[in-house]
T-cell receptor, first 115, second 110 residues
Framework: NAGVTQTPKFRVLKTGQSMTLLCAQD?????MYWYRQDPGMGLRLIHY???????AKGEVPDGYNVSRLKKQNFLLGLESAAPSQTSVYFC??????????????FGAGTRLSVL | DAKTTQPTSMDCAEGRAANLPCNHS???????VYWYRQIHSQGPQYIIH???NNETNEMASLIITEDRKSSTLILPHATLRDTAVYYC???????????FGPGTRLSVLP
């Protein structure tokens, strides 16, 4: 059982380039999330999805787009990368809406540098 | 979701119990307390959660005060592999996301 898998693990971009980060989960979870973590700071929510075909903005959505065409996959896109988007990106998923099913499981992260 | 306050850093001797405090004085009745940890920039790892009763699992124990305004995560026999940043998070029953503050950096010393 792989859990939450993120690809790629590392990437270096030049300013203005575009790329897509892929998150895949094999736990049949409804909810999926994208976070970013800057050095010495906690995680900040970028976008999230409460089910296939749905997406919503989080705390820091500007400069990012997402898609959830399949339940198991959640894609994060950068259309025109900027140095301020240099960060570590984490994907997470969780099973259900409330209470004891409200536990998020995280991937290993994608380290992105924008030069 | 209620805001939490944690010490910036703590040290613990290997083999001893590590007690990590968290203050959440504005917690409301339907908010749970969750603990996660992050080992050296890996993805955060779930540890334990609770509402008002004390909880224990194979990783840790969670002690919540009777007024629910603070809690303590206890690692009963800390090892070097427990060195990590520990996050205390309070969120509502239907909360959508976790708000991760800076957490407590726990160093387990040999």
């Amino acid at each position: 059982n792989a859990g939450v898998t993120q690809t790629p693990k590392f990437r270096v971009l030049k300013t203005g380039q575009s790329m897509t980060l892929l998150c895949a989960q094999d736990m049949n979870h409804e909810y999926m999330y994208w976070y970013r973590q800057d050095p010495g700071m906690g995680l900040r929510l970028i976008h999230y999805s409460v089910g296939e075909g749905t997406t919503a903005k989080g705390e820091v959505p500007d400069g990012y787009n997402v898609s959830r065409l399949k339940k198991q996959n959640f894609l994060l896109g950068l259309e025109s990368a900027a140095p301020s988007q240099t960060s570590v990106y984490f994907c997470a998923s969780r099973e259900g809406a409330a209470g004891d099913k409200n536990i998020q499981y995280f991937g290993a992260g994608t380290r992105l540098s924008v030069l | 979701d209620a805001k939490t306050t944690q010490p910036t850093s703590m040290d613990c001797a290997e083999g001893r119990a590590a007690n990590l405090p968290c203050n959440h004085s504005t917690i409301s009745g339907n908010e749970y307390v969750y603990w996660y940890r992050q080992i050296h920039s890996q993805g955060p790892q779930y540890i334990i959660h609770g509402l008002k009763n004390n909880e224990t699992n194979e990783m840790a124990s969670l002690i919540i005060t009777e007024d629910r305004k603070s809690s303590t995560l206890i690692l009963p026999h800390a090892t070097l592999r427990d060195t990590a940043v520990y996050y205390c998070i309070v969120r509502s029953y239907y909360g959508q996301n976790f708000v991760f503050g800076p957490g407590t950096r726990l160093s387990v010393l040999p």
